[in-house]
Structures are given as structure tokens and as C-alpha cells.
């Protein structure tokens, strides 16, 4: 009998943790979608009125300020202010660069091409990633060595002109961004992010530096056409 109880308690168990799951999924992607709706509507107003590129200092003291704001208010009213306020920021900085693609030759397309692109690699790994549930932990040292060297080697590039360096970085954290949309995705299938909101700001991370570095690239490959 005890043991049919223990059974019995771990199928409860497994329900409602598989119930948990489901919601914060279905809770990420709805957030996740308003969020890069409205991340896209101020990259347009900063395309329409010219915004000028921001000092990347500045941009990155913003962010970084903006993440710890969220990670200490995850469980409190101020997050999803603070979501949208960080997506806003960074949908805001990518103006300038969305308006200099849109300015060159077949602009459009090559903004289509790097929209299409981020859409179909998203939607494909993180369907694998949920519909096969599989632990992806094994991922986190790779992606964060792989991190911190494209960060030293955007510094290197910061002081060097080399249009190859450049282009190198922005595969790489193409590839870093595809290891870690499975990462996040994984992590939340498997219960170790439980909060909806953190889970939507690390996927939008992932996506925008898959979208930004897409354009890049294809931005760069358009203007040798």
C-alpha cells in the first residue's frame, strides 16, 4: 500500500510540475511576443526620426543597469515595467543600424532575409528544445567561454580595423545565440526557471543578438553585391 501511495504521489508530482512548466511557457512566449512587438515598434520611431547612433558606453551602462533593476524586482509590480522598458531601450539602439541597412541597396530585403532568419532558427530550436524536453545544462560552459572571448575579441576590434574580425564576431555570436536559445528554452522545460519574466528577458537577449548579427552579416554581404 505504501508503496502505491509513493507512485501515486510521484504522478501528482510529475503532473503538477508538468503543469507549472506549461504555464511559464505558454506566460514567456505571450510576454515575449508583446515584448518584441513593442522592441520593434521603437526600432521604427527611431528609424522615422533619424536617431543617431548611442555612445556604446552609454548603451551598455543602460542595459546592465536595466538587468540588475529586473533581477532584483523579478517577483515584484515593477518587472514588467522594467521588461518593457529594457526591450524598449534595446529596440531603440537598434535604429540606427536598421536605418543605415534600410539606406543601402535592397535594404528591405536584407531586413526581411535577417528577420526571416531569426524567426525560422527561433522557432525551430526552441520547438526542439520543448517538444523533445532534453537537458541542454551540458551547453553552459561552452556558451559562456564562447561569450567572454567574443567579448575580448570585440575589443580587440574596437581598436583594429578589420572588416573580417568584425564579420568573424558576428557568426560566432550567431552560433552562441542558437547554443543558448536551447540553453534558456531547456531550462525552463526542465523547471529551472520558474519566473516567466526572467525567462522572456534571456530569450529576447537571444534573439536580438541572433537578429543584430544577422544583419550585420547580411548587411555586409548586400553591400559587396
Not at 552609454?58 to 540588475?68: C, D, K, R, T
Not at 536551447?182 to 536580438?208: C, H, K, Q, R
Request: with cysteine.
Amino acid at each position: 500500500m505504501s508503496e502505491e501511495r509513493v507512485i501515486a504521489a510521484t504522478t501528482t508530482a510529475t503532473s503538477e510540475r508538468g503543469i507549472e512548466v506549461s504555464k511559464v511557457l505558454r506566460q514567456t512566449y505571450l510576454l515575449l511576443g508583446m515584448t518584441l512587438a513593442f522592441s520593434a515598434a521603437m526600432t521604427a520611431v527611431a528609424v522615422s526620426v533619424g536617431a543617431q547612433p548611442i555612445n556604446w558606453i552609454v548603451s551598455l551602462v543602460v542595459m546592465i543597469g536595466l538587468l540588475f533593476a529586473l533581477q532584483a524586482k523579478r517577483n515584484s509590480v515593477m518587472a514588467l515595467p522594467l521588461v518593457f522598458a529594457f526591450t524598449g531601450w534595446m529596440g531603440w539602439s537598434l535604429g540606427p543600424m536598421v536605418a543605415m541597412v534600410l539606406g543601402s541597396a535592397g535594404g528591405s530585403g536584407i531586413l526581411f532575409n535577417a528577420t526571416a532568419g531569426t524567426a525560422i532558427i527561433f522557432f525551430a530550436l526552441s520547438a526542439y528544445a520543448v517538444t523533445t524536453g532534453r537537458d541542454f545544462s551540458f551547453l553552459r560552459g561552452f556558451l559562456m567561454t564562447g561569450l567572454i572571448v567574443c567579448l575580448l575579441a570585440m575589443v580587440a576590434a574596437f581598436f583594429m580595423n578589420m572588416p573580417a574580425l568584425h564579420l568573424a564576431i558576428s557568426g560566432a555570436l550567431i552560433l552562441l545565440a542558437s547554443g543558448f536559445i536551447l540553453f534558456d528554452t531547456s531550462n525552463i522545460v526542465n523547471g529551472g526557471e520558474t519566473n516567466y519574466v526572467m525567462a522572456t528577458v534571456s530569450l529576447y537577449i537571444n534573439i536580438y543578438m541572433l537578429f543584430s548579427n544577422l544583419l550585420a552579416i547580411m548587411g555586409v554581404m548586400g553591400s559587396d553585391d
